[in-house]
Nanobody, 122 residues
Framework: QVQLVESGGGLVQAGGSLRLSCAASGRTFSSYSMGWFRQAPGKERDFVAAITWSGGSTYYADSVKGRFTISRDNAKNTVYLQMNSLKYEDTAIYYC???????????????WGKGTLVTVSS
C-alpha cells in the first residue's frame, strides 16, 4: 500500500511556473512507477506525465511536452512536477498516482492522492 499527498498547487498567472510535490509513504516507494494526472472542471481525468521507478524513462502528454518536467527523489520518497509556461487550459486538480507496473502508465494507476488545485489566470 502507498499513501500519496500532493502539495504545491495554487494560483498563478499565465506564463508563470509552479512545482508540485507528492510525498509517498509506505514501503518500497522506489519500486513504483509514479505519475501525474489532472482533471479540469467538467472533464475526465487525463494523463499528464509518468516516470519509471529508476527515473530512467519519462512520458508526457503532448499538451505539456516541453513545458512540464517530472522527476523523483527516491531518497525522499517524493515525486515532482515542474510546470513552466503555464496556460489557462492547465487549470485543473492535479493528482499524484503510483503503480508497480512499468507499462501502460498513461492508462491509469493503482494508488491515488487526493489532489491539489492549480489555477492559471489569463
Amino acid at each position: 500500500q502507498v499513501q500519496l499527498v500532493e502539495s504545491g498547487g495554487g494560483l498563478v498567472q499565465a506564463g508563470g511556473s509552479l512545482r508540485l510535490s507528492c510525498a509517498a509513504s509506505g514501503r518500497t516507494f522506489s519500486s513504483y512507477s509514479m505519475g501525474w494526472f489532472r482533471q479540469a472542471p467538467g472533464k475526465e481525468r487525463d494523463f499528464v506525465a509518468a516516470i519509471t521507478w529508476s527515473g530512467g524513462s519519462t512520458y508526457y502528454a503532448d499538451s505539456v511536452k516541453g513545458r512540464f518536467t517530472i522527476s523523483r527523489d527516491n531518497a525522499k520518497n517524493t515525486v515532482y512536477l515542474q510546470m513552466n509556461s503555464l496556460k489557462y487550459e492547465d487549470t485543473a486538480i492535479y493528482y499524484c498516482a503510483a503503480t508497480p507496473r512499468l507499462y501502460s502508465l498513461r492508462d491509469g494507476m493503482d494508488y491515488w492522492g487526493k489532489g491539489t488545485l492549480v489555477t492559471v489566470s489569463s
